[in-house]
């Protein structure tokens, strides 16, 4: 099989000014606390933003559950699986995109990276949001942040970016078989990273933020008050940093 030079592929210069993102999460409602407010924003900014969710949320029932048989999961996977697209619904999101691996035990397998090198080469998005696949140490956020699922995600997330979706000697077949072209992801939003360095306005779109987050009523429900009112505080905290009322953190790298 003979690929053509890569240069004759694609065009980084085009890529760039395709306003396409994508956001890779492990669980329904992980971005709508993560980065939601940012979604929101791109999407007014005229962005196509897609959501990838690679596990089936089939373990995210009520804490209080004694009935975890399958038909319960089942119930489960459904619900979630509506929830989040009705907060993709309030967001503006485009598509969602389910994986549908098992919630819990979550691998950065090479099967997971293909499956997302598929999805990044065939809707190009020039930006990502992804989890981070490290742990984080830092009080606020820092076990919910760092949930094996996530981590498995995002490692997973980051290696399909680079350099699997841009390099025609990784899975020639997606391009053999299916003539899916190299695609080079050029901007990279890591939440929960340890070492964030890019603070995001959401002064304008909070209120989307929470009701996106509304939406995710089989998780929140009764809680939403009270969650709320740490989330808000939370992003007001990082809202200061840059002089605003509310923000959202990441840890933001390009690959050029
Ligand atoms: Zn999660």
């Known amino acids: 099989m003979v ?90 999101v485009k598509d969602v995109f389910f994986l549908g ?58 290696s399909a970016a680079y350099p699997a979706s841009q390099n025609p000697w990784d899975f020639p077949d997606l391009f053999a078989q299916e003539g899916l072209k190299p695609h080079t992801i050029t901007e990279i939003f890591v939440m929960g990273s340890p070492a964030n360095n890019y603070i995001s306005d959401i002064s304008s779109t909070i209120e989307l933020k929470w009701d996106a987050l509304r939406a995710h009523t089989s998780q929140l429900g009764e809680h939403f008050d009270e969650i709320r009112t740490w989330i808000d505080s939370y992003h007001a905290t990082m809202g200061k940093k840059i002089g605003s009322a509310y923000a959202e953190e990441f840890h933001r790298t390009e690959n050029r």
């Open 101 to 158: 691996h098992h919630d819990g035990e979550l691998q950065p397998t090479i099967e997971l990276r293909k499956e997302l090198v598929r999805l990044y080469r065939t809707y190009k998005p020039t930006r990502i949001i992804c989890q981070s696949p490290v742990r984080s140490w830092e009080p606020i956020m820092s076990m919910g942040a760092s949930h094996p699922d996530h981590r498995a995600a995002g490692e997973a997330a980051l």
């Open 3 to 92: 690929l053509p030079a890569t240069k004759e592929i694609y065009s980084v210069t085009e890529q760039e000014q395709q306003k396409v993102a994508m956001v890779v999460m492990a669980h329904a409602d992980d971005a709508e606390f993560g980065c939601a407010g940012t979604v929101a924003r791109w999407v007014k900014e005229g962005w196509e933003v897609y959501y990838v969710l690679c596990t089936d949320n089939s373990s995210g029932g009520p804490d209080e559950a004694t009935d975890v048989s399958e038909e319960a999961r089942k119930h489960v996977v459904e619900t979630r699986m509506q929830e989040q697209r009705n907060a993709c619904a309030v967001l503006g």
